[in-house]
C-alpha cells in the first residue's frame, strides 16, 4: 500500500510538473499597431550584409549585430527623405529566438524595425515585428496562413500613410 501511495504521488508530480515552453513565441501585431510601434517602416532590397565588429554579449547592439544596408525603393516612416540607401541592425538568427531569420543579400524585404533598447539611435530587424521577404509572385498565406503577406501589408501601409497625410481644401467663403 505504501509502495502505491509513492508511486502515486510520483506520478502525480510528474503530471503537474511544467512542461517546456517555448519562451520565443510572439504574436505579430496587426499592420496598423506594427507601423504605429515601428522607429522605421519600408520596402527594400539588401545590398549590403556588414559582419558584427564585436561577438561579446554585453556589447551594445551597434557593435554585435550585423549591419544590413538596403536600397530603398519604398519608405512609410522613419527612413530620411529621398534617401537611397538605409541600414539597419539585424541578429542574422543570433542570440536568440527573437532574432530576424538571417536576411540575404539581393533580396527584397518589406521592414518593420524597431528601436535599438539601448542608445536608440539604430532601427534593429526583430523576429516579433511583421518584417518578411517579398518574393514576387509568391503569396506566403497560400503555404502556411501564419505568414506575413507582404503585398496586402503593403496596400495597408499606403491607405494609412494616405489618410495620415492627405488634407481636405479648405472650402473658400465669401467676405462680406
Known sequence: MKQRILIGLALG????????GNA??????EVPEAFKSAKAVFLGEVVEIIEPKNTN??????????????KIEKSWKGVPFAALEFSVL????????????????GERYLVYANADSGSGNWSVMTNCSRST???PG?????????ETDPYSDIRQLNAITLHAF???????RRRE
Open 90 to 105: 539585424s541578429a542574422q538568427g543570433h542570440y536568440g529566438c527573437f532574432a530576424f531569420p538571417p536576411v540575404t543579400k
Open 57 to 70: 554579449e554585453t556589447a551594445p547592439l551597434s557593435d554585435r549585430f550585423f549591419t544590413i544596408k538596403f
Open 13 to 20: 508530480c510528474l503530471m503537474v510538473w511544467p512542461l517546456h
Open 166 to 172: 492627405s488634407f481636405d481644401r479648405a472650402r473658400s
Open 133 to 135: 521577404i517579398v518574393r
Open 24 to 29: 520565443c513565441s510572439c504574436i505579430s501585431p
Open 138 to 146: 509568391l503569396n506566403p498565406r497560400l503555404l502556411n496562413s501564419d
